[in-house]
Each structure stands twice: as C-alpha cells, then as structure tokens.
C-alpha cells in the first residue's frame, strides 16, 4: 500500500512535491534539532487522490491518518479529546508551490465543551482554555461549515462594546464563555445542527476542508496569475498546537531573516504577546517590531536570533519564519525562501556570495530574469495600485509603469508635452507615422495589435510603456474619447498604464523611478564572465544606441532605417521618391535623402565605437510612408507641386489588401534599385567617414529583408557590391563589410543551404518568421491571443516567446543548412524573442552567436544567457 502519510521525522526538505513547502521544511527543521512541535503531513497525492475518488477519502488513507494520530499522542503524551489531558493540533495546508494566504488552515483543533474544561484545569488558566475554544469555532465554523467570519466578529465586537473592551486579551473568562455559547447558537442557527463534539470527526472534517480548498476561487486566481499548475494538489499538516495565547509570556510572531524590500542584512518582522498566529496577520492588534523583542524576552530574542542564522547557513537563503513562543519557550511553526522585490533579490545574491554562503553561479541562478526588469523601469507605488480602480485588460506589450492625460494623436501628444503635461498616446493602432508622439509621451495603450506590432515593438525599444492589443477598449478618435462598457474616458482626462501586467487604471497612480543599485553591476560582471552567447542590441537612433552600450549591448544586431524616413525633413522626399513615376524623378528625390542617411549612419557608428552593426535596408510596405486623409493628400499635391486627382490615384494603386504579405523588403529593391542603392552609399560613406575621421573600425554588416529565394539575394548582393565598389574606386579606399540576410520567411529557413551561397551572415527574424509560420497577423493577433492563452491552446503568446517546437525547428533547420554550405556563417536572432529569457536558452542550446533585443532588454538577456549555460551545464551532467 501507497504511503499517504509521513510524520515529521520521516520526511526532508527535498520532499516538497509530496509534502508540500511547509511540511517538508518543518520536517527539515525536525530533522536539524530545531524545536518544532511534532506531528505528521498528508501527502499531496493523498489530495489529488480525493479528486480523483470524487471527493471521498479512501479508508486506507483515514486508517493511516490515525494511526499516526496514535503515534503523535505517544509523543506529546496527549490524547484528542481527553477531559484531562486534551490534545490540541492544527489542521494546515501547504502547497508545493508557496500560496500565501490562499488555502486554509484551523487552529485549536480537538476542542469541546468538556476538553475545554479539562484544559481550564489542567492549565489552570480557564480564560486561555475558553479563548482558544471561541477562536475554533471560528476558525472551523469560517473554514469547514463555510458560516461567514463577520457573524462570529459581530458577537464578539458586541461583547467588548458591551463590557466597554477595546483589546481581544481583555476579555475575560465570563466574556469568552458568552461568546462561546453564541458561536454555537450561530453554527446551530446556519447548520442545523450543533457544533460537532467528536475531535476525530473534528479532524476528519478539517482534512476535507483543506483539501477543498486548493481549489477555492481566490486559490485558483492566485495559481492562474502565478501559473502554478492546477494539478499539483495541497498537503495537509496536522501539528499539535503550541500556545501563544497563554499570557504575557506568550506570544506568535513572523520574521524575516533579511529585509524583503531593500535586502539589507537585519531581522525583520514583527510579534504579538498574549496572541495566535491569525492575529498578527488579521490586523486586530498592531503588532510590534521584532527588535522590540529584546527589551520583552531577551533570553528568546537571543535564541530566535541564532535560529535565524541557523535557518539562513542551512538553507543558504534569505528566510520567511513563523514562529510561537508559549510560556517563555520558542517554537518553529514554519520556515520558506522569503519572498523579495528585485532590488533585494539582487542585494542578498550578491550579499550571500561575499560572504560565502553561496557561489556566483547560485548566486545567477537564484534571480529572475523578468524581475530584474523592475530595477530597469518606473514602477507603480504599491499602496497607490491597491486603491486603483482598473478599467481593461491588454497584453503587457512593454514594462513599465505610465500615469497621464489621454491624447489620441500623436500631434496632440506633442503638443501637450511641450506645454509640460503628462501624456498616455492612446491609438487603436500606431504606424511608424506616431514616433514622434511616442516619444513624447509617458507611455502608449493600442487597442489592436500584439506583441510584436509596431507600438509594441518601438516601445521596448525606448523602454517606454505599452499596452497593446487591448480590445475592451473602443476608441472613438474623432469625438476625442474612448469608451469601456459604460466608462468614458475623454480627451486630457487621466489613466494609468502597468506595462508589466497589461492592465489599464482609471486616474492617477504615482510612480516612482528605476534605481540601479551597485550590486546590480556585480550581478552583470558575473554573467559576463559565464555566458557565451554575445549580446547585442536594436537599436535605429545614437541615443538608443548609447543606452544599449551602457547597459552591456556587444553591437546591434538590428538597425532598422525606416524610421530615419519619418523626421520632419525628410519625410517629403521620401513621399517624393514613393510617388516619382519615373527611375529619375526618384532618384532625384533619394539623392535628397542621401545626406540625412550619411549622417544617420555615422551617428550611430559613433556611438558604437568599433563594435559590429548590422544595418537592414528598408522593409515595410511603401503606403505607410504617404498620407492618407484628403486635406493630407492636398498638401502633398500642393507642396510637390502634383495634380491632386493623379496623386490620390497613385497613392490608391499603392494600397495592399495584405501589405505584411505585399510588396515590402526586398521585393523593393527588385523592382526599384535605386532604394538600396542610396541606402548601401549612404552606409559606406559613413563608414569611410568614421573610419577616416574618428579613428573607429567600421566593417557595416548590410542586412537584407524578407528574402526567401536564393536568386533574389543574388540579385540585391550584385547591387550592393557594385554600388560599394564604385564609391571605394571613387575615394580610393579599401573598406570591409558583410552582406547577409534575415531568416524570416519558412521558404528561406527551408533553402538556407541554397541562400548561404550569398549570405555572410543570417539573422533569424522571428517575428516574421512567426507570423507567417502560424498564418497569424502580427497586428491583429492582439485580439485573440489572450483567448488562445485562457484556452490553453498555447501556454505562452508566441511572439512573446519563441515556439521551439515549430518555428524553432525552421531556425534549428536553417542553421544546419546554412552551416553546411558555409562552414563559419555568422548566426544571430533579432526578432523580439532576443530578450526573452526562454527563448534565450533555446538560442544558446542550438548553438547561434548572438542574439539581439532591445536596449533596456539587454541586462536581461545578459543574465539569461549565463542562465543557459549554468542550467544546459548541470542537464548534461545529469
Ligand atoms: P498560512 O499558510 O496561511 O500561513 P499556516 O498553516 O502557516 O497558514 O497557519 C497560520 C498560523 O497559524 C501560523 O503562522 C501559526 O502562527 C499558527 N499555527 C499553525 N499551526 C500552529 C500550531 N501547531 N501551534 C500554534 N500555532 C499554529
Ligand atoms: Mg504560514
Ligand atoms: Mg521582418
């Protein structure tokens, strides 16, 4: 027969899965010699067994139950129910996965009208004996007959008000014994029956209630948000009951053995004398600073104090304890890795490893990626968010926290920011056309689009705000307002954007700035010196480029050009070069173009000193570029002196029913040369410039988009050598660069071999790559995606994070290939999968050399990447 159940010096810290967190620590704790009251842990399995039984518990499992319930009588010398000498326990739940506070537990278990008396005597402390008993019936009453908790809390307030009582350890033995009574007549009155006497049905029915409670609302939500599992199941603990409430000198607390917000090395916590567990967390009494235990109970403090540090060397971190102490001797009623904000994550790793506790690797593996994203954005202050009032729901497209007045053109944000307000773009969609506007504004919401839509994709790369895809929300742009159900949110009035979660608030919600802390830098170096994946960065602007390199970006593995299009001098020649009719008009217009790119490209060449850049020529649909309202379309006429019937036809033949699909990347430049032939002099000048100039080593990588056949990289890679040719003839100089490709259509995963033939390097664009691999438009997808998840039908958004069994296998498939055509092919990613960290562990297994994400993702990506090869390390020696 199947062991269900394990007393606490059977099992071990290693045994969480079956016994859960708590029980397998307060064996842990047991097993070290650390005062633990005895007692014995249900196994999970004995849990997801009960579901599987359609909620009834196998006989063998309730034989096994007490039979350890013997034993623990032996041990404590008690007996459940005894009128002399009762046995008290807890009935406790403890999850595999920590879920605070969102499962049940009943304390003071085995108590009756007669094992109360007997405990009165025993003790001779009638008043501990009845407070212990109305606290049960409570607690069971809440937790077990399900009778609301603000019944029982109305009696007793009633009791103190009529006795003219402000603190629970003032009433007295009288008071209590009312109390008792009219607990019971409440359990009578919602029952219809009395409240059971039985301890052992006491405890049978306890049993049941936890277990019914891994799957209470409030515990599903938590396991949802947390993605824990639903399947793991809950262990039960049933402990015999240590007393806090004895006295004054009593009394229950919790500590942690570092402080959780900043990580500083000090006790911190909190206890109550003359009280239980539940009383500390309730919030009836207020609580006292742990120091203050000191001046109290010295000799206890003194040993809690070696205790912590105990705890700390065995389980070699920062410590979450509970403990009691009854009538002048100390406890241990729980202990777990405590929960922590970032910055104190990253001060205790660094702190345990100065001091030894712990190595660098540990010290790496012990972080959170995603929450390291914390010490590198603004973040809601946390009392403001618990007020918020939240109106929708989107894909938390870019981290962040935003708070600001609404404007729903990027004209208007602009406007207002120069005035110095505070502004959230709001869009149902943003086009390279709003860049201004995002940068200007505090943060973005879009209403379409997912999380590698344009909004989302620019965002991150500014390390601004977004939320993007949110579909709740119907944006009426012309009367200025958006609407939700029956909310209104109009034109200057304020929102909130979290950027981590996706939710949107009504009003102001304060913010309060990164911090780099100093041992953030430690963390860094450490990962530098583990990781073998480089890292580089997307970076189109000098700025950005110089926020990468001061975050630890190795290059840029992506420099997209068409935003260099979009700034207000430049624009019209590019709508000149669009419209042109002829091969001169628009080489008239690109010749306008050809010094704003130079000077583009040598701003960034200078940021980045000598380190690689990989430069993509243009790539999106050309109708993005021209306007598309009529009085915009007269301006253009007018100002480029056109025909404006000719010109709206021409811009009407450029509209694409599915211009991601249409005629973009490099299918411009098979029909139109000249494009990235400017682009390609452009590059090289600048290089040669840089070069001369400033001393730096230049050797641009020119990436082009969006090929899926061999011939067409031939064709483009010709043009690149003979535009590059003719300016090193010119100026007389010699100058290296690379020519390679994006991997971003299937058909070019599956022809690597074919394309290596022209391609120097590869760069793996996943999000194209992803969206034509699923057939999913990456600006529409916002509006089922969310569903998807929910369904289960993906676990993760795919263009938040790389699908490894599909359009993994297209790029493990493309290395291969591409590899086997040239052997020293230079292999990178610069799809937005290049900062997340799952999808990093992919990059570093299959081999590629770097990867690229945007700058703000790149300390993340450093860390992720050492994670790789600390985690694949350990795995092959498995
Ligand atoms: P939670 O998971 O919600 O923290 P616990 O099972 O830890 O629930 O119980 C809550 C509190 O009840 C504990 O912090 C402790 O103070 C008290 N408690 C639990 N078991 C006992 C016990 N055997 N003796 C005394 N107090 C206990
Ligand atoms: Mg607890
Ligand atoms: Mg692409």
Redesign the pocket.
Known sequence: MKKFVYSFDEGNKEMKSLLGG?GANLAEMSKIGLPV?SGFTITTEACNKYYEDGKSIDPSIKEMIFSNLDKLEKTTNKKLGDLNNPLLV?V??GAVISM??MMD?V?NLGLNDEATEGLGNLTKNPRFAYDSYRRFIQMFGDVVLGISKYKFDNVLDKVKEANGIEDDTELSVENLKEIVNKYKDIVKKETKKGFPQDPKEQLMMAVTAVFESWNNARAIVYRNINEIPHHLGTAVNI????FGNMGESSG?GVAFTRNPSTGEKELFGEFLINA???DVVAGIRTPKAISELKDIMPNIYTEFVEVTKILEKHYKDMQDI?F?IENDKLYL??TRNGKRTAKAAVNIAVEMTNEGLIDKKAALMRLNPQQIDQLLHPTFKLDELEKARRISKGLPASPGAATGKVYFTSEEVVEASRRGEKVILVRIETSPEDIEGMVSAEGILTTRGGMTSHAAVVARGMGKCCVAGCGEIKVDEHNKVFRIDDIEVKEGDFISLDGNSGIVYEGIIETKSAELIGSFGKIMEWADEIRSLKIRTNADTPRDSEVAVNFGAEGIGLCRTEHMFFKENRILAVREMIVAKTKEEREKALNKLLPFQKEDFIGIFEAMESRPVTIRLLDPPLHEFLPHKDEDIKALADELNLDYNGLRETIEDLKEFNPMLGHRGCRLAITYPEIYQMQVRAIIYAAIHVIQEKDIKVEPEIMIPLICHEKELEIIKKLVNETANEIMREENVQLKYKVGTMIEIPRAALTADEIANHAEFFSFGTNDLTQMTFGFSRDDSGKFINEYREKEVFEKDPFARLDQSGVGKLVEMAIKLGRSTRKDIKLGICGEHGGDPDSIDFCHRIGLDYVSCSPFRVPIARLAAAQAVIKNRTDECR
């Open positions: 708590k009251p807890s406790r739940s605070p506070g537990t304390l402990q015999s009951m240590v229950t239980q567990g539940e509970e009691t009623l729980q």
